[in-house]
Nanobody, 123 residues
Framework: QARLVESGGGSAQAGGSLRLSCEAS???????MAWFRQAPGKEREGVAV????????IYDDSVKGRFTISQDNAKNTVYLEMNSLKPEDTAMYYC?????????????????WGQGTQVSVSS
């Protein structure tokens, strides 16, 4: 059974850093992997995406220059390096995968999801 398991969330102060990991297991056909986040009372939003074939990345404007998505295909793991954290980055972060088309930042484009990991940033 295909699974995505996130880890690495926690608490940080503004300006600090955290690194999230997403390990995939089981049979999973994907052509892109993404990180989403959802704050209380808000919709789930795309943060970053990476092509599993060529490593091409796209970022939401709110995290561009601060967050970096990467992958280690040998470990079946995708990472999200988060630097210069802000209180508005506080949210549950989810890893997602898909082999569908569609807009990269739309949750509807993804059919594999992890359980999420909480990130809290204090000022």
């Amino acid at each position: 059974q295909a699974r995505l398991v996130e880890s690495g969330g926690g608490s940080a102060q503004a300006g600090g850093s955290l690194r999230l990991s997403c390990e995939a297991s089981g049979t999973m056909r994907v052509n892109r992997m993404a990180w989403f986040r959802q704050a209380p009372g808000k919709e789930r939003e795309g943060v970053a995406v990476i092509s599993t074939s060529n490593g091409l990345t796209i970022y939401d404007d709110s995290v561009k220059g601060r967050f970096t998505i990467s992958q280690d295909n040998a470990k079946n793991t995708v990472y999200l390096e988060m630097n210069s954290l802000k209180p508005e980055d506080t949210a549950m972060y989810y890893c997602a995968g898909t082999d569908y088309g569609g807009m990269w930042h739309s949750p509807r484009s993804y059919h594999y999801w992890g359980q999420g990991t909480q990130v809290s940033v204090s000022s």
